[in-house]
């Protein structure tokens, strides 16, 4: 069974390996999971972090 951990259990090069992961989904065309004003992948990643959207398992990053 996977553990999904809250932005809390995650440390600063978890968090950043999630982003990362993130943004690169996002430039590939992936839709935003947030409605938001920038085109910038990685500032869109951030805005899905901080409203939830995005946790992380022990195998993957999953969008809730």
Known sequence: RRKEKTAKDLGPFQLTSLLISRARELMSGSPA?????????VQTAF??????K???????????
């Open 33 to 41: 999971l947030v409605e938001t004003g920038s085109s910038d992948p």
């Open 54 to 64: 995005l946790s992380i398992t022990d195998e993957a990053v999953t969008k809730d």
């Open 47 to 52: 805005e899905e972090h901080a409203s939830g």
